[in-house]
């Protein structure tokens, strides 16, 4: 079945530093990736997204490419600050109504 | 436009008792989804429905979850009797269609003691 994994958690970074967490997939079709964010007591939020090969999603500063050829949509922010500290969520769907299948999720802690 | 409603936003229970989440989505988004996000993990697919029609229950525990979208609106959970093992959060997400992406409600904390 499909699959999505996150680099393992927790990140902390200095404010200003570079920011990349990697995720991959696995699926049986030409998934749509996604990228949600959960900050503290809030619900999921999407990020950015992205439909289909070499498309890059972006927003807020983030990036993701859609890489087919070796499965990935890493995450990327060239200077994180204090407030992008939440979890985030690497997920795919099929397309159509097929529900998102999630990574585990990769805690972000950017300190001062 | 309003988000997805949840309620209540937190629930304390004892083990074998029973409790329900109400979930009222975005006007005219005919595709609702329960999630169960356990603590550390991923959110994962309980049920989704199609207007009032279940799509896939597949991984909804049928033994002692349930769930009903009346008139293909508001929807339940409901968990009968509860284990310690269900003390997580419960999103529910509802979708318009095809490329247009999912939207999450604040989710319901359960914790089971």
């Known amino acids: 079945g499909n699959s999505v994994t996150q680099m393992e958690g927790p990140v902390t970074l200095s404010e200003e530093a570079f920011l990349t967490i990697n995720c991959t997939y696995t699926a049986t079709g030409y998934p749509s990736l996604f990228w949600y964010v959960q900050y503290p007591g809030e619900g999921l939020q999407l990020l950015l997204k992205?439909?289909?090969?070499?498309d890059k999603g972006s927003n807020k500063g983030f990036e993701a490419t859609y890489r087919k050829e070796t499965t990935s949509f890493h995450l990327e922010k060239g200077s994180v600050q204090v407030s992008d500290s939440a979890v985030y969520f690497c997920a795919l769907s099929e397309g159509g109504n097929t529900p998102l299948v999630f990574g585990k999720g990769t805690r972000l802690s950017v300190i001062a | 436009e309003a988000g997805v409603a949840q309620s209540p936003r937190y629930k304390i229970i004892e083990k074998r008792q029973s409790v329900a989440f109400w979930c009222n989505p975005i006007s005219g988004h005919a595709t609702l989804y329960w999630y169960q996000q356990i603590l550390g993990q991923g959110p994962k697919l309980l049920i989704q429905?199609?207007?009032?029609?279940?799509?896939?229950d597949s991984q909804l525990p049928k033994d002692r979850f349930s769930a009903e979208r009346l008139k293909g609106v508001d929807s339940t959970l409901k968990i009968q009797p509860a284990k310690l093992e269900d003390s997580a959060v419960y999103l529910c997400?509802?979708?318009?269609?095809?490329?247009?992406?999912?939207?999450f409600g604040s989710g319901t904390r359960l914790t089971v003691v």
């Open positions: 992205a439909t289909k090969a070499d």
């Open positions: 429905f199609q207007n009032n029609g279940v799509v896939d």
């Open positions: 997400a509802t979708s318009i269609g095809t490329g247009f992406g999912y939207t």
